[in-house]
């Protein structure tokens, strides 16, 4: 049996550990088993790239973080554009056929299962397992990689709000989550933060000001935010999208965080600054509630091949 792995989109903490359960589980169910594992995601995929791997590759990485694979990320709405003759789906397919794969393995976020799904209505054999710290795939309790970024936001948080105290100031934390904001919301919660903003509500800056303004008359030393940085207000919910990005590009903020600092500074009397912990939150090694996830998960995906 031959099967194909390959990590697509953002990396995560546990695609390592994924692997490892998967490949382990496989190894134990049967022995006439190769692996073939694609470099960079669906790009390996498309171009051959690639390299055989046994089970000692995948021994000693159930703590590692990053993927031992590379990742890229092919955004799926380009998935069926032909640029200079190349077809990504039929070179996805010929390198398929030609290594005579049974079964190709995906690890992905929801544009990577877009496209893994794309080949499987073209007849190839997929088996998808669920990773982004967004833990924002349809049909899942809950994503790898995700409780790993809730325990690094979670510390970042925390940390803030020493500093913050010392100095009373209003921190804003802009978190990962571009659409969905449960990786805010569980940050937040655990890291007390005082205001929690999300994709899915959009808020109002004078209701948000006027807490921070209350909280402070009640004898509140210090303020945190946690936001998410795909946050929209509910003024701009009353755009199109392309008034929006015009709107966006013409105020030049860097992001979500900063174009809150610069609503906040203007309604309260008191200094603000804003923190990005960004790619960290998918960076380091997995938590131990996701490498017992994945490792479940990879047994899964095995019984499914």
Same mark, same amino acid.
């Given at each position: 049996? /031959?099967?194909?792995?390959?990590?697509?989109? %953002?990396?995560?903490?546990? *695609?390592?550990?994924?692997?490892? %359960?998967?490949?382990?589980?496989l190894? #134990?169910q049967r022995?006439?088993?190769?692996?073939?594992?694609f470099?960079?995601?669906? #790009?390996g995929?498309?171009?051959?790239k690639?390299?055989?791997?046994?089970?000692?590759?995948?021994?000693?990485?159930?703590?590692?973080g990053?993927?031992i694979?590379?990742?890229?990320?092919?955004?799926?709405?380009?998935?069926?554009?032909?640029?200079?003759?190349?077809?990504?789906?039929?070179?996805?397919?010929?390198?398929y !056929?030609?290594?005579?794969?049974?079964?190709?393995v995906?690890?992905?976020?929801?544009?990577s299962?877009?496209?893994?799904?794309?080949?499987?209505e !073209? %007849?190839l054999?997929i088996?998808t397992?669920?990773?982004?710290?967004?833990?924002?795939?349809?049909?899942?309790?809950?994503?790898?990689?995700?409780?790993?970024?809730?325990?690094?936001?979670?510390?970042?948080?925390?940390?803030?709000?020493?500093?913050? =105290?010392s100095?009373?100031?209003i921190?804003?934390?802009e978190?990962? %989550?571009?659409?969905?904001?449960?990786?805010?919301?569980?940050?937040?919660?655990?890291g007390?933060?005082?205001?929690?903003?999300?994709p899915?509500i959009?808020?109002n800056?004078? !209701?948000?000001?006027q807490?921070?303004?209350?909280?402070?008359?009640?004898?509140? =030393?210090h303020?945190? *935010?946690?936001?998410?940085?795909?946050?929209?207000?509910?003024?701009?919910t009353?755009?199109? =999208?392309?008034e *929006?990005?015009?709107? /966006?590009?013409?105020?030049?903020?860097?992001?979500?965080?900063?174009?809150?600092?610069?609503?906040?500074?203007? !309604?309260?009397?008191?200094?603000? /600054?804003?923190?990005?912990?960004?790619?960290?939150?998918?960076?380091?090694?997995?938590?131990?509630?996701d /490498?017992?996830l994945?490792?479940?998960?990879?047994? =899964?995906?095995?019984?499914?091949?």
């Amino acid at each position: 049996m /031959r099967v194909g792995i390959l990590t697509s989109g %953002g990396d995560c903490q546990a *695609l390592n550990a994924t692997m490892r %359960g998967l490949v382990k589980a496989l190894y #134990q169910q049967r022995k006439d088993i190769e692996i073939i594992g694609f470099l960079k995601g669906y #790009q390996g995929l498309m171009y051959e790239k690639y390299k055989k791997m046994s089970l000692s590759d995948f021994e000693d990485i159930l703590n590692v973080g990053g993927t031992i694979l590379g990742s890229s990320r092919c955004p799926f709405k380009k998935m069926r554009v032909i640029e200079d003759g190349f077809d990504k789906v039929e070179a996805m397919k010929k390198t398929y !056929k030609k290594l005579k794969l049974d079964c190709l393995v995906v690890l992905g976020g929801n544009g990577s299962h877009k496209t893994a799904n794309l080949l499987s209505e !073209k %007849g190839l054999n997929i088996v998808t397992l669920p990773k982004t710290i967004d833990n924002d795939i349809n049909g899942t309790d809950v994503t790898f990689g995700f409780q790993s970024a809730i325990d690094i936001a979670t510390r970042t948080l925390d940390e803030l709000h020493t500093t913050a =105290k010392s100095h009373g100031r209003i921190m804003i934390a802009e978190i990962m %989550g571009n659409k969905a904001g449960w990786l805010t919301l569980y940050s937040g919660i655990a890291g007390k933060a005082d205001v929690i903003l999300i994709p899915e509500i959009p808020y109002n800056i004078e !209701k948000i000001s006027q807490y921070i303004k209350d909280k402070l008359k009640n004898g509140r =030393k210090h303020i945190i *935010l946690a936001v998410a940085e795909g946050i929209i207000s509910q003024e701009e919910t009353k755009l199109s =999208k392309k008034e *929006l990005k015009q709107k /966006r590009s013409k105020d030049g903020y860097i992001s979500a965080g900063y174009r809150l600092e610069a609503e906040l500074s203007e !309604k309260i009397d008191g200094e603000v /600054r804003v923190v990005v912990p960004g790619h960290i939150q998918r960076g380091g090694n997995p938590c131990a509630f996701d /490498r017992v996830l994945t490792s479940r998960i990879g047994v =899964k995906g095995a019984e499914l091949i």
